[in-house]
């Protein structure tokens, strides 16, 4: 039997035709990335889920499309791979953050949010989700433009610190998995495993102690300063 840590999570992936002429997909990422919990030792215990959208139309349906029947005790992430700008998504059609607030406001219960998508995940966006859905706990994503593979990395990488942890090598026969409690704590951790998190300018804000919005980019700023 797996010695599973306690958190289980369900991982809703959303994802957009990202032009009319290729058809990459995030999809055989997160499939592997599957694969490699199942076969963990350790670590959170994890279910995925996959819809494609075109529009805000398909959007809302997807989001409502099989409801999360017998998962409430799963911390439910959405993930959304899509084309962004710095107040919308760019799918076939453009979303701008303002209907994306509403659609999700109807939704299912996310404890957070995860956006795979240029630009798109600034100060003014994070504060417009975190102030109006009330369950909403972090959302995560990049405020620059980032290339498309590099980008996917990250999110794999964030994901996997998040479920499965950090893989260390204390001593040369030994290696072990250094569980993740929080989403912060992964986001912190992609900063030292994956360098380049820092110069695709991804970041996770959260709600610290005092109630105020925090981001793990200015942490990790105030960390490097130290």
């Known amino acids: 039997m797996k010695n599973r840590a306690e958190a289980k999570y369900i991982i809703k992936i959303y994802e957009a035709q990202w032009d009319r002429k290729h058809d990459e997909s995030v999809k055989p990422f997160f499939e592997q990335l599957k694969r490699e919990l199942d076969g963990d030792e350790s670590g959170h215990d994890a279910l995925f889920s996959y819809y494609v959208f075109p529009n805000a139309e398909g959007l809302s349906a997807a989001l409502n499309y099989k409801l999360d029947v017998g998962l409430d005790a799963r911390l439910k992430i959405g993930y959304f791979g899509v084309h962004g700008q710095h107040d919308k998504l760019q799918a076939l059609a453009p979303i701008n953050r303002v209907k994306l607030r509403n659609i999700l406001i109807k939704t299912t219960n996310f404890d957070g949010l995860y956006f795979g998508a240029c630009d798109f995940m600034n100060v003014k966006t994070a504060e417009m989700l975190l102030n109006n859905i009330s369950t909403l706990k972090w959302v995560a994503g990049f405020s620059k433009w980032t290339p498309w593979l590099e980008g996917t990395l990250c999110d794999l990488m ?29 986001a912190m951790n992609l900063y030292e495993v994956f360098p380049m998190a820092v110069d695709l300018k991804f970041s996770l804000f959260y709600r610290g102690t005092d109630g105020s919005i925090r981001s793990t980019r200015e942490d990790w700023a105030d960390r490097i300063m130290a």
């Open 158 to 186: 964030f994901f996997r610190l998040l479920l499965s942890g950090r893989f260390r090598r204390p001593s040369h026969t030994n290696t072990k998995w250094d569980i993740m409690t929080k989403p912060e704590e992964a």
